[in-house]
């Protein structure tokens, strides 16, 4: 059964970075895409950017581009996300999840989920 622990979150001022961490147990990455979603308060889940085996993404959010960048190291079995310049818009719980498949925006797809993270942007 995989297993995902997301970490990293925290506060952090505009301007600042933090790097996310998903780190998943039980089961290798290899046959899965894993995307980051996260969900603001009152907001529903989006898709930030999915990672696939091959190292290929996709980001869904436009408001990210330039600032996130997804990641994985198959070694630890881990994908990060790298978010530089953060906004106060990017305030929410940071989730990954994990899928069987090819990468998709939308959540129900997605069989494995971790705790989520929070990330707090505020001066």
């Known amino acids: 059964q995989l297993q995902l622990v997301e970490s990293g979150g925290g506060l952090v001022q505009p301007g600042g970075s933090l790097r996310l961490s998903c780190a998943a147990s039980?089961?290798?990455?290899?046959?899965?895409?894993l995307t980051w979603f996260r969900q603001a308060p009152g907001e529903e889940r989006e898709p930030v950017s999915c990672i696939r085996s091959s190292g290929d993404s996709t980001k869904y959010a436009d408001s990210v581009e330039g600032r996130f960048n997804i990641s994985r190291d198959s070694a630890r079995n881990t994908v990060y996300l790298q978010m530089n310049n953060l906004k106060p818009e990017d305030t929410a719980v940071y989730y990954c999840a994990a899928l069987r498949g090819p990468c998709s925006r939308y959540a129900s797809p997605y069989a494995y989920w971790g705790q989520g993270t929070q990330v707090t942007v505020s001066s």
């Open positions: 039980g089961v290798t990455l290899t046959y899965f895409v």
